[in-house]
C-alpha cells in the first residue's frame, strides 16, 4: 500500500507556469507507475499524465502536451508535473495517483491509490 501527498497548487495567471509534486510514503514506491488526473468543479476526473515505473516511458492528454512534463525520482519517491503555459481551463484539484500496472495509461480504475489533489487555478 501506499499513500500520496500533493503540493504545490495555487494561484497563478493565464501563461503562467506552476509546478505540483506528490510524495509517496513507503518503500516499494519504484514499484509503481504514476499519473496524474484532474477533476474541475462540475465535470468528471480526467487523465492529465503518466510516467512508468522507472521514468523511462511518458503519455500525456491531447490537451497538454507540449505544456506539461511530468517526471519522478525514485530515491525520493516523488513524482512531479511542470506546468507551463497555463490556461483557465486547467484549472482544477489535481490528484497524483498510483498503479501497479506496468503502464496504465489513461484508465482511471487501473490506478488503486490517490491523493488528496492539489487545487490548481488559473486567471484570465
Known amino acids: 500500500q501506499v499513500q500520496l501527498v500533493e503540493s504545490g497548487g495555487g494561484l497563478v495567471q493565464a501563461g503562467g507556469s506552476l509546478r505540483v509534486s506528490c510524495v509517496a510514503s513507503g518503500r516499494t514506491f519504484s514499484r509503481y507507475a504514476m499519473g496524474w488526473f484532474r477533476q474541475a468543479p462540475g465535470k468528471e476526473r480526467e487523465f492529465v499524465a503518466v510516467?512508468?515505473?522507472?521514468?523511462?516511458?511518458?503519455d500525456y492528454a491531447d490537451s497538454v502536451k507540449g505544456r506539461f512534463t511530468i517526471s519522478r525520482g525514485n530515491a525520493k519517491n516523488t513524482v512531479t508535473v511542470q506546468m507551463n503555459s497555463l490556461k483557465p481551463e486547467d484549472t482544477a484539484v489535481y490528484y497524483c495517483?498510483?498503479?501497479?500496472?506496468?503502464?496504465?495509461?489513461?484508465?482511471?480504475?487501473?490506478?488503486?491509490?490517490w491523493g488528496q489533489g492539489t487545487q490548481v487555478t488559473v486567471s484570465s
Open positions: 510516467i512508468s515505473r522507472g521514468g523511462d516511458s511518458t
Open positions: 495517483e498510483a498503479s501497479t500496472s506496468v503502464f496504465p495509461g489513461v484508465n482511471p480504475d487501473a490506478y488503486a491509490y
